[in-house]
């Protein structure tokens, strides 16, 4: 049997299938095309048909070459067997903007549609010359224009990214598509169990980016990838710290997308699926001590929407 068959997929509230496991496309450092477009393309030659990248990453045109270079070498069959998600940055989280951005996304891609299209944040800047000036976000707007994309075709299914349960709650009072999906910051070091549990309430899927805290980041950190509890849960279980940790994701109905660009370690992350963490050990897991990496200070302030981080996070800091 094929890796990729392996590999379980969920049925989103679209009714759409999302591989259980993503390639996340946000790197600190951006590789020439030809690098990044061949490590793309060994993900799918190893079994990964989930991409996510976003129109602030500057990489969708390189996930549209792989795309493109993988049907020509019959590396895929047909576009319709990889699922590719992309993201509405915060100059274009307006009513007016979000069709046009997308129909550009759709463009750097080369693609007649998107799996999936998030709201990047629940933020609104307007680009004046080479400053940035934070705009009033309406979600209920935005979110229209979003559900219009849908209609149209364009997006198989919407969602939103870095959004609290309080932003959550006020986009449902008036959605007629629901979220198919919320991507936040998830790993063991902060596990979203409210987050988690207000999700499976409404049917909503949580994808997790920086699942091993953008460890070796400038940003990051290591109590993933040097915790204590996991190094020994790894090495009972004879598995990287990395799979423990992409393992526990899993195990709490979240999706992992993970960022390696090492070619081994990509295909480390795939075996997370064929074994399991025990109650005790997810009990263990459950001790760690709890802290937001990315707290996004540069979107609070006095002339902003939200003028301090509780507001942003709605108390989930």
């Not at 020439?32 to 490590?39: P, R, W």
């Not at 710290?241 to 992992?256: E, H, K, N």
Request: charged share 25%; with cysteine; aromatic share 8%.
């Amino acid at each position: 049997m094929d890796r990729e068959m392996q590999i379980p997929a969920v049925v989103l509230n679209s009714g759409h299938k999302m591989q259980a496991i993503g390639v996340g496309t946000s790197v600190p450092v951006l590789p020439s095309t030809e690098q990044l477009v061949s490590i793309l393309l060994h993900a799918i030659a190893a079994g990964y048909r989930h991409f996510d990248t976003a129109s602030f990453y500057g990489t969708e045109e390189h996930v549209g070459l792989a795309v493109a270079e993988a049907l020509d070498s019959s590396l895929i069959k047909s576009r319709d067997e990889i699922f590719i998600t992309s993201k509405l940055w915060c100059t274009d989280a307006h009513s007016d903007l979000v069709l046009p951005s997308l129909k550009e996304t759709l463009r750097k891609l080369g693609l007649k549609y998107v799996d999936l299209y998030l709201i990047h944040w629940p933020v609104r800047f307007r680009k004046d010359g080479d400053s940035l000036t934070i705009m009033n976000f309406d979600i209920k707007e935005t979110w229209e224009a979003m559900e219009e994309c849908c209609k149209l075709g364009l997006a198989k299914s919407i969602g939103v990214s870095n959004f609290s349960c309080a932003k959550l709650s006020k986009l449902l009072e008036n959605a007629t598509i629901r979220p198919a999906v919320n991507q936040v910051e998830m790993n063991v070091g902060w596990q979203q169990q409210k987050l988690m549990q207000f999700s499976k309430e409404n049917n909503i899927h949580v994808c997790a980016w920086s699942p091993l805290g953008a460890y070796g980041a400038s940003w990051g950190t290591n109590v993933v990838m040097e915790s204590p509890i996991l190094k020994d849960i790894a090495a009972t279980k004879n598995k990287t710290v990395a799979q423990v940790a992409l393992r526990w994701i899993y195990q709490q109905g979240a999706i992992p997308i993970v960022r390696s660009l090492n070619r081994e370690r990509m295909k480390e992350n795939l075996d997370i699926f064929d074994w399991e963490l025990t109650d005790e050990e997810i009990h263990r897991i459950g001790q760690i001590p709890q802290q937001r990496m990315c707290k996004a200070v540069e979107f609070v302030g006095p002339n902003s929407q939200y003028k301090s981080l509780e507001e942003l996070w709605d108390g989930e800091i």
